[in-house]
Every structure is written in structure tokens, then in C-alpha cells.
């Protein structure tokens, strides 16, 4: 297989990953609004959580698009990883005060179609989107694309915990079902907050999408100066 066929392969990857990458961030987005929306209708601190997770994950992907705006972006990756992590905590906190709340019978959960129908569709999206992107990133030797891959995955599995939580609490009327899923997105959200804060963060959907960019430019460049 000559150069030039492996080049071209690669840049098919690279486009491939970033059109994945950008729909994953187009459909938490949406997935927010939505959970969020249907979450405040039926007091569900485990939709409300969902959503605000969604949000967190869309608002890493900003900072890291605004890390690679600036002239010296590793300069910038610390504080970056720092907001994604502030954030993460504070998510944390909002949502075990509510299911805490809510199991002390504060506030109970109501059913929520709109809540059922969007978790369903995550669990089954959410999925998909992390093996292509997956395979896509093993064929490229993209240990990032792989990363964020598995992330994706994870979000998936959450999908299930809030449809297992939903689905309890409109089927068979345990109420207590959806706090238990919000405590459930705590933990998760603790945990990405503690590795973004280390620097271990894989919410680097954007800035992957800019790396491979600038990689195929600087190759571009690299192969002007030789010639």
C-alpha cells in the first residue's frame, strides 16, 4: 500500500471521527434541553441530573475548543480541566441535595413520557455513536478518539440507570426508584470531576476535532518544506 493510499485513508478517519465527535455534542445539546424541560415537569431529580450532565459534558467540550484558540493551548489545558471539574462538582452537590430532598419526601417524581421515550433513545444511540467512533479510532491509532469512545459509553450506561429509575417509579410507583438513579449520576459525576481535576479528563471531544486539523495541516506543511 503506497503513501499517498494511507494519507488518504487516515484523512478519511480523521473526518469520520469529527463528523461522530460533533454529532455526540449536537445530540447532548438537545438531550439537555429536553431532560432538563421534561425533569422540572415531573419533579425528577434524576431526569433534572441527566440533563445537567449532558450540559456539563457540552460546556468540557467548550473549554476545551477554548483552550485551542489560544497561542500556547497547553498553557491553558490546567485551567480548562479546572472548570470542567468545578463543574462536575457543583453538579454533583445540586443533584444529592435533591434526591436526599426527595427521599425525605420533600418532593416525589411523577411520570414522565417525555423522560421514558429520551432514555430510551439514548440507550440506544449513545451506543452506536461510541463504536463507531471506537473502531473508527483503532484503525487511526487514536488513543484519544478511543478514550472519548468509552466516555460515550459511560453516558450510555447512565441512560440505562435513569430508564431502570424512570420506568420503576411510573410502572410500579416506587418514587424513591429516581433518587436513587440521581445518586447514581453523583457518583459518576464525582468521579469525571476527581479525573478532570488530576488531568485525566477524556472530555477533549473538541479539541480533538481542531487536533486533527491542525495535524493534517502541519503534515501539509511538512511535506511542502521537503519538497
Known amino acids: 500500500m503506497t503513501a499517498a493510499v494511507i494519507d488518504s485513508r487516515r484523512e478519511v478517519l480523521r473526518r469520520r471521527i469529527r463528523l461522530i465527535v460533533a454529532g455526540t455534542i449536537a445530540y447532548n445539546a438537545?438531550?439537555?434541553?429536553?431532560?432538563?424541560?421534561?425533569?422540572?415537569?415531573?419533579?425528577?431529580?434524576?431526569?433534572?441530573?441527566?440533563?445537567?450532565?449532558?450540559?456539563?459534558?457540552?460546556?468540557?467540550?467548550?473549554?476545551?475548543?477554548?483552550?485551542?484558540?489560544?497561542?500556547?493551548?497547553?498553557?491553558?489545558?490546567?485551567?480548562?480541566?479546572?472548570?470542567?471539574?468545578?463543574?462536575?462538582?457543583?453538579?454533583a452537590a445540586y443533584v444529592a441535595v435533591t434526591a436526599v430532598l426527595a427521599l425525605a419526601g420533600f418532593a416525589r417524581a411523577e411520570h414522565s413520557t417525555v423522560g421514558l421515550v429520551l432514555t430510551?433513545?439514548?440507550?440506544?444511540?449513545?451506543?452506536?455513536?461510541?463504536?463507531?467512533?471506537?473502531?473508527?479510532?483503532?484503525?487511526?491509532?487514536?488513543?484519544?478518539?478511543?478514550?472519548?469512545?468509552?466516555?460515550?459509553?459511560?453516558?450510555?450506561?447512565?441512560?440505562?440507570?435513569?430508564?431502570?429509575g424512570l420506568a420503576l417509579n411510573s410502572l410500579l410507583g416506587w418514587w424513591w426508584a429516581d433518587s436513587v438513579a440521581a445518586l447514581v449520576i453523583v457518583v459518576f459525576a464525582v468521579r469525571e470531576g476527581i479525573e478532570a481535576w488530576r488531568g485525566d479528563s477524556c472530555?477533549?471531544?473538541?479539541?480533538?476535532?481542531?487536533?486533527?486539523?491542525?495535524?493534517?495541516?502541519?503534515?501539509h506543511d511538512h511535506e511542502e518544506a521537503h519538497r
Not at 439514548?122 to 466516555?151: C, F, I, K, N, W
Not at 472530555?203 to 495541516?217: F, K, N, Y
Request: net charge negative.
Open 30 to 91: 438537545i438531550e439537555a434541553v429536553v431532560a432538563i424541560s421534561a425533569g422540572a415537569a415531573a419533579s425528577s431529580a434524576a431526569l433534572i441530573g441527566f440533563g445537567l450532565d449532558s450540559v456539563v459534558e457540552v460546556l468540557s467540550a467548550a473549554a476545551v475548543a477554548w483552550q485551542f484558540t489560544r497561542r500556547d493551548p497547553e498553557r491553558w489545558e490546567k485551567p480548562a480541566l479546572r472548570v470542567i471539574a468545578v463543574s462536575f462538582f457543583l453538579l
Open 120 to 164: 430510551a433513545v439514548s440507550v440506544v444511540v449513545m451506543p452506536l455513536l461510541s463504536l463507531a467512533e471506537y473502531r473508527t479510532g483503532r484503525e487511526l491509532g487514536s488513543a484519544t478518539a478511543v478514550a472519548d469512545s468509552r466516555q460515550t459509553l459511560i453516558c450510555a450506561a447512565l441512560s440505562v440507570v435513569v430508564l431502570a
Open 203 to 219: 472530555a477533549t471531544s473538541v479539541g480533538m476535532i481542531l487536533e486533527g486539523d491542525h495535524d493534517h495541516d502541519a503534515h
